[in-house]
């Protein structure tokens, strides 16, 4: 056991020896690699892998997002005129109802009596007067009593419509064609004059109400194009256009208040739904434009990373125009195709050296042209050169090393 023990002691002071020797070697080998650096002109950084991407020349349009409330194009509340006990709701509950379909019938007996009443006596009085015209022809009756039977014809005439008008409030109809709510009221109840029976509301065209900055007046318009999108349906787009600019702004927040109306496809928006509204303001179909992600800043100035012909970099201030998470806009500082570095510019410096990844080659999902990819999809291709995005994030294999950027892996 003691023999066993020293000899395990001695085995790992030889390894220590050996470690510090082989720590000794290498710093001896970088003094030496160091000294002939110098001498032969310096030591030279080896290309840095970074993913490019193309200045493009594409269409750019500028787009105002509000959030509105989507509202019913028209909205009926369906109330009696008369006050009388309901028989019958004939209408279904959330479905469809035509202009002029039967939303409630209240009792109508007594009205119908005196309807038919009103009728009985226009008729006699239409009689009476036939019978006194024919008499005055034959000059068999006077003036006068033409006179008479004519005004007592009108006055029934006009009872029989006042006796058909109350009749007719008894059955109560749908006046647009649209989507009926929900019963407010049961068959049997007695009705005051004006209570609520059911509400109608018209759902093929809806409004959209949003407010604006007082700045974008001059571009939404009437007729000026929108797209409505909601977190109910977020895969759907409905197209619409505003159709009302209040001339009034508010005194205290200084916005307008507008009205978009939408297509409902499919029935699908209700409302009182929350939506995104998006307007278009303008478009320029030739602006320069670079991936999102190729743009830092310093302050308040913007910079890409341009590489040259001979595949080193230069720092270049630019102005931005419109910019979103996919794509950025550049009004000044850069011309179409030319290439900037999409991926990777964070440790590159004035004329450093890159080895230019093009971003359709980095593999990345999504990595593309300007506008064609996630925002910092292509930082993981500029990791590894010619790799598959997030393989220099691999640990190397236990006992390797890992090979230089740009190189391949040498076999075991």
């Known amino acids: 056991m003691r023999l066993s023990v020293m000899h395990a002691r001695l085995m790992g002071a030889r390894a220590a020896a050996l470690a510090t020797l082989a720590v000794a070697a290498i710093a001896v080998a970088l003094v030496h690699s160091g000294c002939a650096g110098r001498a032969g002109g310096g030591f030279q950084m080896p290309p840095m892998p970074v993913e490019v991407a193309d200045v493009k020349s594409e269409p750019v349009s500028d787009r105002f997002r509000a959030v509105g409330t989507v509202d019913a194009d028209e909205t009926v509340k369906i109330v009696n005129e008369i006050s009388a006990v309901v028989r019958e709701l004939p209408f279904a509950e959330g479905q469809p109802v035509a202009k002029g379909e039967l939303i409630a019938r209240l009792d109508d007996s007594e009205l119908g009596a005196e309807s038919a009443r009103a009728d009985a006596l226009r008729d006699q009085a239409r009689t009476n007067h036939q019978r006194v015209r024919q008499l005055f022809d034959q000059q068999a009756a006077s003036q006068q009593e033409l006179d008479d039977t004519s005004s007592a014809l009108k006055v029934a005439e006009a009872n029989a419509v006042v006796a058909r008008t109350r009749f007719d409030k008894a059955h109560i109809r749908s006046p647009l064609t649209g989507v ?233």
């Open 180 to 412: 009926a709510g929900r019963r407010l009221v049961s068959p049997g109840a007695y009705l005051a004059v004006g209570t609520e029976i059911t509400e109608v509301a018209s759902v093929g065209i809806l409004k959209v109400g949003f407010s604006a900055p007082e700045r974008y007046l001059p571009q939404l318009r009437r007729r000026a194009i929108v797209t409505i999108t909601t977190t109910a349906y977020p895969g759907e787009v409905f197209n619409g256009d505003i159709s009302v600019v209040d001339p009034i702004l508010d005194e205290v927040s200084h916005t307008v208040q507008m009205v978009a109306r939408v297509h409902n496809r499919g029935g699908k928006l209700r409302p009182g739904m929350s939506a995104d509204v998006t307007a278009m303001l303008g478009e320029r179909p030739h602006a320069l434009t670079v991936p999102d992600e190729a743009v830092f800043g310093e302050g308040d100035q913007s910079f890409v990373y341009i590489v040259k012909p001979d595949s080193t970099v230069t720092r270049q201030a630019v102005v931005l125009g419109t910019r979103d998470s996919v794509r950025a806009e550049i009004t000044q500082g850069l011309k179409a195709g030319e290439r900037v570095v999409r991926a990777g510019y964070q440790k590159l410096f004035e004329g450093a050296r890159v080895m230019p990844i093009p971003s359709a080659a980095a593999g990345a999902p999504g990595a593309g042209a300007a506008g064609g990819g996630a925002p910092g999809s292509g930082a993981a291709a500029a990791g590894g050169a010619g790799g598959a995005p997030g393989a220099a994030a691999k640990p190397p294999a236990s006992g390797g090393k890992p090979a230089p950027a740009g190189a391949k892996g040498s076999k075991r």
